[in-house]
């Protein structure tokens, strides 16, 4: 059955925060969605009134940010009715989700209305958090509890990958693993098969986790500042660390969950850590519930038109000027990369940090593995589900395993807790870590079998942190080069937010020199947070202060001449961004035979913000296609000013979808991957397709229609117009001026076929002049010093 199984058709049911999100993400995939909710009280009788409710629901979804759909275009797969009226049209839907209120009543009520009209073999799926899974198939049909099951996604949908399938006793195996592989490699998740047990499996270690830390700021007086300082990314979770998060998510919430679980898990020997602290339940009184209210552990004021922020003293409920806090142990891993490394550090420092993650991750680990087999079987369930869930980028094992599973039994143990006993036997048997790698695969250690096996699902995946180790063939300080089999190499960078430099120059320029020697071909990709934040503006910063600027060019042409290698080699190139591909890490892309990316993509040439124009060929990129495009017939100024509007304004993509739409991906050749664990297997995949169907190298264009003075006469215009406006600087003017100058291929008296070569040159002058100008570095320094960009 699930082989034949295909979706074309979702009813979301309930429109709400998650019902309207839930429904544009399969609007992202291409899925046809109908989405109903309550007819309104006293709505008039026309079908505006009636659908008031969801249309309101989904309309507030699509302009909310971050935004819950690729392409505001999608939104169009969405659509909306009501119980009463549009009940029937789920007869045509392959899958229906229940999405409404956390009432048992409510939803039988609305599952007994499903059952009239769905047709034989629906899939039935609840996105409940709390309620037991199996008291809501109560008094359904055979075929409806055998198609049913929980579906939970965690907000918001788009974004957070965690997706929990929960069963019930009479829920068909093949139900369960249809909807395990469709979350995975259709909507993109991080599918964890879940127990129907309180809270499941994300929830339960989150709840437990962030309940530990508040009982022990109730506890230590260590303050909300301390706690998200050594709660945030130090230790590979997000920014937002503890509280921000608790800000963000709603502390009601929060405090429901917990009283669910206080009240649902008798046998828990960590109950009484589910009892939210005095200062907690205060706060709720006070109607203190986070960005919801204005104010949570943390609030904003504008002060003199400023915005000043407060943290919240959790002894005297007050609030004050938020501190910036340090550590002793933290300065000291400031300069350590790997996050299993520094946390061995953290682990043993003798000050206040220390204390916090001995007695916080200590008991953590202890729970988790008690928590096995109640709310999981595997252990790799419970690491998936805190990375998807929660942003955390090692799990609880994960973590034991980096500090050493063996010395932390002892260590753990000496805090007070103890491990459950499958930990002493998996030691005792010789298996001295929860997981390790073989052959490129990774491998969890499997309780009831004492031995170690791949993690479901992941056979199909490339992961780079798994094949390095044993086929790097070649690197350097900022990149390295491995094989991933059949012929082709992939290209990874490791500089700080994977930016291009030197090494990452010689890198590009060794891994294509090895790929025509011996490989069929090269793919760019990297397990990083992002793909490339672009070029090293320190260095390009440091030889214009100096007016090193025959260095600068020298530099500047290195860098061109490396992107348009990738354009010109012998072999097929393919990149595979993900997440910020922005500058140099667009102008790569631009250049490649075929991007593969991850629908999260945000990608863009952005030098206009720090006072220049790229450099790196993408410029001369735009006006190359403009050329192609105008071939095809467009009207030629319009399609120009969008090309020149898109750099001047250094737009950048909210997701793959929209980088085609802002012409940074190429429709009919660029490709986009929803699943991140799949994007490298693809990118590899269309590597080898194309060299196996004959790959025939480029030939240097010299074919480019250039417009000359009369797109160039635009640009000037559109400018100062700008300008007079007051919606741009005159630096801002001479910036605009020199990208339409290039863009425009100079100032030509017509319409004239120019070469790729002429256009970078005019492309690295402009950028070089730009390098001289005092304000031009005043940005660059505004970026490099706080991240800001100025407009002077």
Partial sequence: MSAKRIIKKVAVLGSGVMGSRIACHFANIGVQVLLLDIVPKDA?????????????????????????????????RINTGNFEDDMPKIADCDWVIEVVVERLDIKQTVFEN??????????????????????MAEGRSDDFKKHF????????????????????????????????????KFLGKTTVLAKDTPAFIGNRIGVFSIMSILHYADKTGISVEEIDKLTGPVIGHPKSATFRTSDVVGIDTMVHVANGLSANVPDDEAKDLFVVPGFVSKMVANNWLGSKSGQGFYKKEKVDGVNQFYALDLKTLEYKSSQKVKFPSLETTKTIDKLSDRMKVLFAAQDKAGDFYRAIFYQLFAYASNRIPEISDQLYKIDAAMNAGFGWETGPFEKWDALGVEDTVKAIEAEGYKPAQ????????????????????????????????????????????????TNTIWKNSGTTITDIGDG?????????????????????????????????GLVISNEGANFSAGANVGMIFMMAVEQE????????????????????????????????ALGGGCELCLHADKVVAHAELYMGLVEFGVGLIPGGGGTKEFALRL????????IELNNFRDRFLTIGQAKVSTSAYEAFELGYLKKGRDMVVVSRNRVLAEAKKQCLLMAEEGYVQPVKRTDIRVLGKQALGLGYVGANSMLSGNYISEHDVKISQKLAYVLSGADLSQPTLVSEDYLLNLEREAFLQLCAERKTLERIQSILKGGKVLRN
Wanted: neutral net charge; glycine residues 6%; contains cysteine.
């Fill in 44 to 76: 008039a009788a026309d079908k505006r009134s009636r659908n008031k409710l969801v249309d309101d629901a989904l309309a507030a979804a699509l302009k909310s940010s971050p935004s819950p759909i690729y392409l505001k275009s999608f939104a169009q």
């Fill in 114 to 135: 499903v059952e009239k009209f769905r047709k034989q073999g629906t899939l039935i799926t609840s996105n409940t958090s709390g309620i037991p899974i199996h008291l």
């Fill in 149 to 184: 099951c929980g579906s939970h996604f965690f907000n918001p949908p788009r974004y957070l990958k965690l997706f929990e399938v929960i069963p019930t006793a009479d829920t068909l195996p093949e139900v369960t693993d249809f909807l395990l592989s469709y979350g995975e």
């Fill in 422 to 469: 499958w930990v002493y036997d998996m030691l005792q048997s010789g298996a001295a870590s929860f997981y390790k790698v073989e052959n490129g695969k990774r491998l969890y250690y499997d309780i009831a079998s004492k031995s170690y096996k791949i993690i479901p699902g992941t056979e199909d995946f490339i992961q780079l942190d798994n094949v390095r180790t």
């Fill in 488 to 520: 082709i190499i992939n290209l990874e960078f490791h500089t700080k937010m994977n930016t291009i430099g030197g090494e990452v120059i010689e890198g590009i320029n060794k891994a294509i020199t090895l790929a025509e020697q011996s490989y069929k």
């Fill in 549 to 580: 600027f025959d260095e600068l060019n020298m530099v500047i042409k290195a860098f061109q001449n490396t992107i348009m290698r990738i354009r010109y080699s012998s072999i097929p190139v393919i990149a595979a961004p993900h997440q910020m």
């Fill in 627 to 634: 050329s192609d495009e105008l071939q095809e017939g467009d």
